[in-house]
């Protein structure tokens, strides 16, 4: 997939070396209860600066304020390790684990306000048993995120999906 990435904005420094070894600023923003809206405000602001075509979710782990999400509407990604709508929030695996289901997934989909309820770009899904333990389907179920992360985003890049409402049009 052919894009110019202007900046990685995270909360966490794990991938900063990684990042800037390929010549794309990084900004470690912290998000703390207490600095959550002043951290919003500067996502947004270097998020301008660049001219960002979409902002990706990956791992960050926070919830958007409504403003942040009304901003970009349309423009925001997000990468959810369920298959929405089953599974919203923090820990999904380990919910999966405690209903006992037999299919893990990941979801691709627009940020709203509404915590995990965007409009749906992409979904996978994979298979596991009895036996497989939280960790399990943690690991079992990366590989899908990132497959359906690139999915979605690629159709978002090229222009493939029509938001209608809470619903998507995608073109493959």
């Given at each position: 997939?052919?894009?110019?990435?202007?900046?990685?904005?995270?909360?966490?420094?794990?991938?900063?070396?990684?990042?800037?070894?390929?010549?794309?600023?990084?900004?470690?923003?912290?998000?703390?209860?207490?600095?959550?809206?002043?951290?919003?405000a500067?996502?947004?602001?270097?998020?301008?600066?660049?001219?960002?075509?979409?902002?990706?979710?990956?791992?960050?782990?926070?919830?958007?304020?409504?403003?942040?999400?009304?901003?970009?509407?349309?423009r925001?990604?997000?990468?959810?390790?369920?298959?929405?709508?089953?599974?919203?929030?923090?820990?999904?695996?380990?919910?999966?684990?405690?209903?006992?289901?037999?299919?893990?997934?990941?979801?691709?989909?627009?940020?709203?306000?509404?915590?995990?309820?965007g409009?749906?770009?992409?979904?996978?899904?994979?298979?596991?048993?009895?036996?497989d333990?939280?960790?399990?389907?943690?690991?079992?179920?990366r590989?899908?995120?990132k497959?359906?992360?690139?999915?979605?985003?690629?159709?978002?890049?090229?222009?493939?999906?029509?938001?209608?409402?809470?619903r998507?049009?995608?073109?493959?």
């Amino acid at each position: 997939m052919a894009v110019d990435i202007p900046a990685v904005i995270s909360n966490h420094e794990t991938f900063r070396d990684f990042v800037e070894w390929h010549g794309i600023p990084f900004h470690h923003i912290p998000v703390t209860p207490e600095t959550k809206s002043a951290a919003f405000a500067e996502v947004s602001a270097i998020f301008d600066r660049v001219g960002g075509d979409v902002l990706v979710l990956a791992r960050y782990m926070q919830v958007l304020d409504a403003e942040t999400c009304a901003r970009y509407p349309g423009r925001i990604i997000n990468i959810h390790h369920s298959f929405l709508p089953g599974f919203v929030g923090a820990r999904p695996y380990h919910q999966a684990y405690a209903r006992g289901v037999k299919l893990v997934g990941a979801t691709c989909h627009y940020v709203t306000e509404d915590l995990d309820q965007g409009p749906i770009i992409e979904q996978d899904v994979l298979r596991v048993d009895h036996g497989d333990m939280p960790t399990d389907l943690i690991r079992s179920g990366r590989d899908v995120e990132k497959t359906v992360l690139a999915r979605g985003l690629r159709y978002h890049l090229e222009d493939r999906v029509l938001l209608n409402g809470q619903r998507t049009v995608v073109f493959r």
